[in-house]
């Protein structure tokens, strides 16, 4: 993190995950960064299904998947 800025993980730490993602190929962030995009589909539609549970149209996986 940027000076000044909190952090809850410790500097060692902080230190090693830096280290990591500079040895990391593109090939490998990227399919980091589609893991995560993934993950939090998901949890945007399990918040939608929880938000309408009974009024909410039938959804299918994908459902919030950009078409770009």
């Keep these: 993190m940027g000076a000044g800025q909190p952090s809850d993980t410790r500097p060692e730490i902080e230190a090693l995950l830096i280290a990591r993602y500079r040895e ?4 490998e962030k990227l399919e980091c960064v589609r893991a995560l995009t993934r993950a939090v589909q998901e949890l945007a539609l399990l918040d939608v299904r929880r938000r309408w549970q009974d009024d909410a149209p039938a959804f299918t996986p994908g459902f919030v998947t950009p078409s770009c």
């Design 24 to 27: 990391m190929s593109p090939s």
